[in-house]
């Protein structure tokens, strides 16, 4: 008997996960620690109260992150886990209207209805929650909610993130720290949307441009609310 052997290819999905909470997690703390940083800054607060605002916001922002990951990506568990034990009654109590359905979608991906009924029947016999799963509910092993997973990760890369404007705060002169932190981040940001771009296989230009534009937009606003509440302070 014939074995077919599939040939190597690289994709990126399994990535998505873990990627869109670092993403996520890198980018919020960038802009969020940056802009929390130039507000205070802008409103003429002390070197040590800025250092001290950025301290707060980095441990906040990274707890933060962590629990919102953790409850909105186990709220997707749940919704997962209640559609497949659904789905396995179902197949308990009425397998042929499963196969039939099962059938139909192939139908409507494109087989003609004989071979969707023998595909549906092979793929059944061997996984049919499996085939369920991935085909009608559109659930695979790959995009599967994982909430620790995210949760960790997105309060790594929040931390991780929110560390460099931090730094810079940090050793940057007092007189021209605003600058030295609007241009740092948005060098930071630049580098993370190009990393991120490549680690999903998308242009690293575009990556960069579409996380600097946004990040530069919200440090702007919160510096612009600073200076006014200072200046009317």
């Known amino acids: ?8 290819e690289r994709h990126r999905l399994d990535r ?4 869109r909470a670092a993403v996520l997690g890198a980018n919020d703390g960038i802009v969020s ?19 001290i605002a ?11 992150m962590a629990a919102g990951e953790y409850v909105s990506v186990h709220s997707q568990a749940d919704t997962e886990s209640a559609d497949l034990a659904r789905e396995r009654a179902e197949l308990a109590a009425n397998p042929e ?6 059938s139909a979608i192939y139908v409507a991906r494109g087989l003609e209805p004989d071979l969707a009924h023998r595909v ?4 059944m016999r061997h996984d049919a929650i499996g085939a ?6 559109g659930i695979s092993e790959t995009l599967t909610a994982r909430p620790v997973q995210a949760a960790l990760a997105s309060a790594a890369s929040f931390a991780v993130g929110a560390a460099l404007p931090l730094a810079v705060t940090a050793l940057a002169p007092e007189r021209p720290l605003i600058a030295w932190v609007s241009a740092t981040a948005i060098v930071f940001l630049a580098v993370l949307g190009a990393m991120a771009a490549q680690a999903g296989g998308a242009r ?3 990556g960069a441009w579409r996380v600097t534009f946004w990040g530069a937009l919200a440090m702007a606003i919160t510096a612009g609310v600073g200076a006014m509440f200072g200046a009317v302070a």
């Open 204 to 206: 690293p230009l575009v």
């Open 33 to 51: 620690t940056a802009s929390l940083v130039l507000g205070v800054a802008a409103a003429h607060a002390s070197h040590a109260n800025i250092l």
């Open 132 to 137: 369920h799963a991935r085909d009608e509910l």
């Open 97 to 102: 209207a499963e196969h039939r359905e099962l």
């Open 54 to 64: 950025g301290v707060a916001g980095l441990v906040a922002g990274a707890m933060s």
């Open 120 to 123: 549906a029947e092979q793929l």
């Open 1 to 8: 008997m014939t074995l077919l052997r599939r040939h190597a």
């Open 16 to 19: 998505t996960g873990w990627l």
